[in-house]
């Protein structure tokens, strides 16, 4: 797939079904566990269906989804980034997951700002976005070196877990 954007450091392009294997160990990590959730993906087919019905069908349906991470050397996949349309959200939400092997480095704050100047510039966004658990300070710093700010907090559904809500206005 053609590459969506660059950084200084990494690529950020469309998934495509042949890289089930990475998207079946970030999506049983214990951190994207315990912050995103269980997707119930336990098998390559499962990653494969993962990628059919979420970011493939996103970029069909809405021109953008989560893009795969890769550190521009050595070609290696590190985690997620990009926009998603929510059903119970009026603005597209930036989301962003790495390995924890990759985490520390700058590299979530780094696929996150060249997603947020891809919404502005290529997208045309007004607005966008975000939100994470409270218990979660990473992604909390992420966001707010992103010039996102607090609104509140929110529940995507009646069963999940209360999540603090940022917005950028762009």
């Not at 392009?13 to 970030?26: C, W």
């Not at 214990?30 to 996103?58: C, E, F, H, M």
């Not at 989560?66 to 980034?81: A, H, M, Q, T």
Request: with cysteine.
């Amino acid at each position: 797939m053609p590459n969506v954007l660059e950084t200084e450091r990494l690529i950020l392009s469309e998934f495509t079904t042949a890289d089930a294997a990475f998207v079946l160990e970030l999506l049983n990590d214990p951190t994207w566990l315990q912050n995103i959730g269980d997707r119930g993906v336990r098998t390559l087919d499962d990653a494969r269906a993962y990628i059919k019905n979420g970011p493939i069908s996103s970029y069909k349906r809405f021109g953008l989804g989560l893009y795969l991470v890769r550190l521009k050397e050595g070609n290696i996949p590190v985690g997620v980034c990009g926009l998603l349309k929510r059903e119970v959200l009026e603005d597209f939400d930036i989301g962003y997951a790495l390995l924890p092997r990759y985490t520390g480095m700058g590299y979530a704050q780094e696929a996150a700002a060249g997603v947020v100047r891809h919404a502005r510039h290529t997208l045309g966004l007004a607005r966008i976005v975000a939100f994470t658990l409270p218990g979660n300070p990473g992604s909390i710093r992420v966001l707010e070196k992103l010039g996102m700010k607090y609104e509140g907090t929110m529940q995507l559904t009646p069963d999940a877990d209360v999540c603090n809500l940022y917005v950028l206005e762009l």
